[in-house]
């Protein structure tokens, strides 16, 4: 399936919002690594039993990286670049017609993901977890340890 497959409208998906419109600003603190070249190669949710990733850490944002050490989870916040951010009905293979806020789909208003990841290990540049499903260079948004409250 190429890039453009990816943002052709299904029947029944209705397009709108106003993506152009900015209410904040994201700074990326780095990129994402994995093995996943295209969206087709993406798996649908990351395994704690899939491929090794590495999460780069740009320069700056490095210090932040002190107590992370393997064995530890961590919920990593991404921004899917590829996606579309302008539907709000949408029409999932095999299922019927389904509001955006009801999916998990990249395609959102504000294509922010989140995923449970374990760390495998910490080096000076980043962190080599398993979990992800995101495409190769996907921006970092932010790290998290994943702790109950």
């Known amino acids: 399936m190429s890039e453009a497959d990816w943002h052709a409208t299904r029947p029944g998906e209705v397009e709108g919002g106003d993506p152009a419109r900015a209410d904040a ?16 190669e993406c798996p649908h949710r990351g395994r704690v039993d899939g491929p090794d990733c590495h999460i780069d850490i740009d320069a700056p944002w490095r210090p932040a990286l002190r107590g992370i050490a393997a064995g530890d989870r961590l919920e990593v916040l991404y921004w899917m670049h590829l996606a579309r951010r302008d539907l709000l009905v949408q029409v999932p293979k095999g299922r019927g017609a389904m ?29 080599t977890v398993r979990g992800l499903d995101c495409v190769d260079g996907t921006p970092l948004v932010d790290l998290k340890p994943a702790r109950a409250a």
Request: glycine letters at 6%; a positive charge.
């Open 25 to 40: 600003s994201v700074a990326f603190i780095g990129r994402i690594r994995t093995p996943f070249a295209t969206r087709a």
């Open 99 to 127: 509001g955006t806020f009801a999916l998990r789909s990249p395609n959102r208003p504000n294509p922010i993901a989140t995923s449970i990841v374990d760390v495998v290990a910490v080096d000076e540049a980043g962190v």
